[in-house]
């Protein structure tokens, strides 16, 4: 159990300084996801483009748009998913042999499904900030006073109740492939290359770069569908569905329309995972000390306890 709660703790932990250190690409690759009128003056012709627009119009703090909600989400969306993951593994792995591709798949099936359900309105409420373009002008800005995370999700639910904090939530469950391919390849490499030598930090870092290459180019179209079904939708622009959002979107900007931004999202979220799988092993030993010495002390306050309440009862005997 405490191997799981380790797991757990330095995935969150990984999570967030991966996430930091990426962010500017989350932004571009999320609004670049999202634009549908690529004609426009203010439009967004790629990833150097969208940079400077933001830049220009929004100042430095504008490539960090949601990153509280972000850190949060990571931080409890890498959490349950390593909890969960770790779990059903160490079932798999009692048989005493390396665990199967099929197993494998199925730890991240389930733990990914239960990530997705209880995580998908923190990612909703951060695309919706992400993407939300904040004036530079301080004029404009007394205009749209920038909303802070708490009212962003109050905003959400008054306008479109609760229920649309769940929105994409079936390409969401759809993506769960996502990491089951990446740990699926991750963990196969992983364990070939450890029949010939020890993994350092570079090893984890070149692992998780290349399984998470794989995991996104592979699942990119539901991607931008998942981005797009979390924004706020009208009327005349609604997705009713994964299969109605990938109709839409072949028919009104091509096939390249399922493909926005995938390269300031391949670099993303190759550099996310390779940090991610690099820092989580530094910090899934050091969670490990922490837990133990949490333990040990934990056993010696209830071991005082107990003794106390022993020659409490021998005084009370002796009187």
Excluded: C
């Excluded at 798949?105 to 695309?127: C, D, E, F, K, R």
């Amino acid at each position: 159990m405490s191997e799981n709660v380790a797991h757990a703790l330095s995935g969150a932990g990984g999570g967030i300084i991966s996430m930091v250190l990426t962010y500017p690409l989350i932004t571009v690759s999320s609004r670049l996801q999202v634009q549908k009128d690529t004609k426009g003056a203010d439009a967004y012709k790629g990833g150097k483009d969208t940079i400077v627009k933001i830049l220009k119009n929004e100042g430095f703090r504008g490539l960090y748009s949601g990153l509280n909600s972000a850190i949060f989400g990571i931080a409890l969306t890498n959490g349950v998913y390593y909890y969960f993951y770790e779990s059903i593994k160490a079932v798999f792995e009692k048989i005493e042999r390396p665990i199967s591709v099929i197993e494998s798949m199925i730890a991240g099936a389930i733990a990914g499904s239960a990530t997705v359900l209880v995580t998908n309105p923190i990612w909703v409420v951060n695309t919706r900030m992400t993407t939300r373009k904040e004036p530079l002008d301080e004029n404009e800005k007394q205009k749209h006073k920038k909303l802070g995370t708490i009212k962003t999700i109050s905003k959400i639910i008054n306008e479109d109740g609760i229920k649309s904090l769940w929105q994409g939530v079936i390409p969401a469950l759809i993506l769960v492939i996502n990491p089951i391919i990446q740990y699926t390849v991750y963990e196969q490499i992983k364990a070939r290359i450890e029949k010939f030598k020890k993994l350092g930090n570079l090893d984890f870092f070149l692992l998780g770069a290349i399984s998470k290459l794989v995991a996104t180019g592979s699942t990119y179209p539901y991607i931008v569908i998942k981005s797009r079904m979390q924004l706020r939708q009208t009327d005349d622009a609604r997705y009713k569905n994964t299969w109605d959002g990938l109709q839409k979107i072949i028919a009104n900007e091509g096939y390249s329309g399922l493909y926005k931004g995938i390269a300031s999202k391949l670099l993303q979220s190759v550099l996310t995972a390779a940090f991610l799988f690099m820092y989580k092993e530094a910090l899934f030993k050091l969670s490990v000390k922490i837990l133990s010495l949490m333990k040990i002390k934990n056993v010696e306050a209830l071991f005082k306890l107990s003794v106390k309440k022993l020659s409490l009862m021998k005084i009370k005997n002796v009187q």
